[in-house]
């Protein structure tokens, strides 16, 4: 049973660019979570999406940055027109039932760097 | 303001000791609180979850308290052995969102 795939695990963007990161929930997961992550700092929560429903996008840029969670494929976070600043690990999660009820199941995360 | 502080240090044990690793916060009301180990490049993994109303929660060599009236949770490590050696963190969860607020975690590292 394949956990949490995200891919590409990095990714070199230039300024001006776009990056998507992918992300395949666990089998059975409906419910998938964004997070992004400083060096020596907390996860920062993103998105909270359940299959073509976006719940919570509280954590989200509100330019430059959408989301996806298709009825067929993968998860998607989308960074346009990247900075600098954008340069972090983003990881996503799945969950069977919404986050209230218990753990997060993580992927390795895609590191984002921007030049 | 809200915060939620880990030890920002790193945590030297020897190998067979007990580790007490520590985590605090100021203005949040949790209604439980979680614990997960990362590794270098990799993604966080879950460990436990305790609930406001729990008091300890055991798993093998893992143990976790939780006090609501100090505003702390002890994550402690039995018998460690140097595979322990990661950064643990933990996260506040609120019955009102979904949303999981996470302490920027404790380098934990067990010498033989």
């Known amino acids: 049973n394949a956990g949490v795939m995200q891919n590409p695990r990095h990714l070199v963007r230039r300024r001006g660019q776009e990056a998507r990161l992918r992300c395949s929930p666990m089998?059975?997961?409906?419910?998938v979570y964004w997070y992004r992550q400083l060096p020596e700092e907390g996860l920062k929560f993103m998105v909270y999406?359940?299959?073509?429903?976006?719940?919570?996008e509280s954590g989200m840029p509100k330019e430059r940055f959408s989301a996806e969670f298709p009825k067929e494929g993968p998860s998607i976070l989308r960074i346009q027109q990247v900075v600098r600043g954008d340069s972090a690990a983003y990881f996503c999660?799945?969950?069977?039932?919404?986050?209230?009820?218990?753990?997060?199941?993580f992927g390795e995360g895609s590191r984002l760097t921007v030049l | 303001s809200q915060k939620i502080e880990q030890n920002s240090e790193a945590l030297n044990i020897q190998e067979g000791k007990t580790a007490t690793l520590t985590c605090n916060y100021t203005?949040?009301?949790?209604?439980?609180l979680q614990w997960y180990r990362q590794d270098p490049g990799r993604g966080p993994v879950f460990l436990l979850l305790?609930?406001?109303n729990e008091k300890e929660k055991r798993k093998e060599r893992l143990k976790v308290t939780f006090d609501t009236t100090l505003k702390q949770s002890l994550f402690h490590i039995t018998a460690s052995q140097p595979a322990d050696s990661a950064t643990y963190l933990c996260?506040?969860?609120?019955?009102?969102?979904?949303?999981?607020?996470w302490g920027a975690g404790t380098k934990l590292i067990i010498k033989p």
């Open positions: 999660a799945s969950s069977p039932q919404g986050a209230l009820a218990g753990e997060l199941f």
């Open positions: 305790i609930r406001e």
């Open positions: 996260a506040l969860g609120m019955d009102s969102n979904y949303q999981l607020i």
């Open positions: 089998k059975g997961h409906s419910h």
């Open positions: 999406l359940q299959k073509e429903n976006i719940i919570d």
């Open positions: 203005n949040y009301s949790p209604a439980y």
